[in-house]
């Protein structure tokens, strides 16, 4: 798959470069056909916490579940520190 198409998926373009790397590998180990492969990403940004423990895409679904929060957290009007707040 093509970062376009990643991207159209919905995986974030930072994670690209993750997604295709770790898809070709389970393409090359498993033998699974594309349309399984983006069954799955699409899945796994459904909820990736589900995803967690996958043999193939556990990398990708922790980093788009950190990916989500921090989304998540700028919605809320979160914005963290460089340093700790003074006491």
Do not use: C
């Not at 995986?11 to 033998?31: D, G």
């Amino acid at each position: 798959m093509k970062a376009k198409q990643l991207e159209k998926l919905g995986i974030p373009p930072q994670l690209t470069k993750l997604a295709k790397w770790l898809a070709s590998q389970a393409r090359a180990e498993t033998k699974i056909k594309p349309d399984e492969v983006r069954a799955k990403l699409t899945a796994i940004l459904d909820d990736p916490e589900t995803y967690r423990d996958d043999e193939h895409f556990a990398q990708l679904a922790k980093a788009i579940a950190y990916h989500q929060k921090r989304e998540r957290n700028k919605a809320d009007g979160f914005v963290g520190r460089a340093q700790p707040a003074p006491w």
